[in-house]
């Protein structure tokens, strides 16, 4: 028996809001007209649903442009001052926490390295809870309407974490967050969480499938594919594919990984090693690889090392686009920002020589737009991506 499932018109206008709101805030500013079009509701639907959000301080004009022999158009888009959001990012080597307005315009951030506390998950929340109260430190807590925050590992039942690079196994964060907090909390991987605002503002904006690689400490990677409001966001364990047989120890216990060639602390480990000088690890690691970048300049075993990881980096890549035809990959995250320009050539080479031609000629390899505070950025996401499904509503 075929069982009939009844929308009500407040189901109706509830995914009508949620549509319009989320082609507004990825697209934005947009027309009237151009929300018609692309939504395929009628004008008159798009007229009401708009003059809601505006009214409900969502929405506001946002100037106008000339239209072809008729009137200008007035443009929409989202408030910034609607609300605020907090993203944070909690690294193996800092957290970082940011305050944002709705549009993802930063009003503050604040960075505790991670010394001493032995990743002790106790530990890391007291961090994150007191980052938190930093940014709030003076403003409004009430226009606060969701924390995101990215970890560096699978998120499971609402909030406990999986993270083997931290040595956490079903760790219960949410539980040790949310009862400081009066906003709703969400979770999820800092590789999805930058992967979702890459395509949402930054370098894999456009792109039908985006592969946005995190290189920091760690490595991940995730896939932006376009969908039909916004896009849909998976991700992988690409740190820990195998780049050379019998090769490094990676920290995940293998030998080989790509971590292990194009991790920030893995870069900084060999430079020390063909200098003959102890690594700089920990939270002065991103330092260390900028000093590493600087002397790269020059020939000599800085620029040795630069060049081999952009190659492991290449091969890397070239693995990815064989088995996914991505038409974009970005080179995201903090080491991507610190030395994303010192090996983009190299790492284009590598590409073009590991790829298969017919799917290399069609996908660009480009730097993220970002900058290293991306993922409290895509964090902050969480929140958002959760206000435009609701169509506007924070309650």
């Not at 008159?44 to 000339?66: K, M």
């Not at 019998?246 to 480990?269: K, Q």
């Not at 070239?318 to 995201?332: C, E, K």
Request: proline share 5%; charged share 20%.
């Amino acid at each position: 028996m075929t069982q009939v499932v009844r929308q009500t018109t407040r189901d109706l206008r509830r995914h009508n809001r949620a549509a319009l709101l989320s082609s507004l805030y990825l697209r934005g500013p947009v027309s009237r007209l151009e929300l018609v079009a692309e939504s395929g509701l009628s004008a008159a639907t798009v007229t009401n649903v708009v003059s809601e959000l505006i009214a409900d301080g969502v929405v506001a004009e946002a100037g106008s442009v000339e239209s072809d022999g008729g009137r200008p158009r007035t443009l929409l888009a989202v408030r910034p001052g609607f609300g605020h959001v907090v993203g944070v990012d909690v690294g193996e080597t800092h957290v970082e926490v940011g305050l944002f307005d709705c549009a993802l315009g930063t009003l503050g951030t604040v960075r505790h390295p991670l010394v001493g506390t032995r990743l002790d998950p106790d530990e890391v929340a007291g961090l994150v809870r007191t980052g938190i109260a930093e940014v709030l430190e003076g403003g409004e807590p009430d226009a606060v309407f969701g924390v995101g925050i990215g970890v560096p590992g699978a998120v499971r039942d609402g909030g406990i974490v999986h993270a083997p690079t931290l040595g956490w196994r079903g760790v219960a964060f949410a539980d040790l967050i949310h009862p400081h907090i009066a906003a709703p909390l969400h979770l999820d991987n800092r590789a999805r969480t930058l992967g979702q605002v890459e395509a949402w503002r930054g370098a894999g904006r456009g792109a039908e499938r985006a592969i946005v690689a995190l290189l920091g400490v760690g490595v991940g990677a995730a896939v932006a594919t376009a969908g039909p409001s916004h896009p849909d966001i998976t991700t992988s364990e690409w740190g820990h594919t195998v780049v050379k047989a019998a090769g490094a120890a990676c920290r995940c216990g293998s030998h080989g990984c790509l971590e292990a060639y194009v991790g920030t602390e893995a870069v900084v480990r060999h430079y020390a090693d063909r200098v003959g000088e102890q690594p700089v690890i920990g939270d002065e690691s991103d330092n260390e690889l900028a000093r590493i970048v600087e002397e790269a300049r020059a020939d000599g075993p800085a620029a040795d090392v630069l060049a081999e990881t952009g190659e492991y980096l290449g091969i890397g890549i070239a693995n990815l686009i064989n088995l996914l035809s991505p038409d974009r990959v970005v080179l995201s995250g903090s080491a991507g920002a610190i030395m994303g320009e010192a090996i983009l050539p190299a790492v284009r080479d590598a590409v073009g020589r590991h790829a298969l031609d017919y799917l290399a000629g069609r996908t660009e390899v480009v730097l993220g737009s970002l900058g290293p505070d991306a993922v409290a950025l895509g964090a902050a996401t969480l929140p958002i991506a959760q206000l435009l499904a609701n169509g506007g509503r924070t309650g």
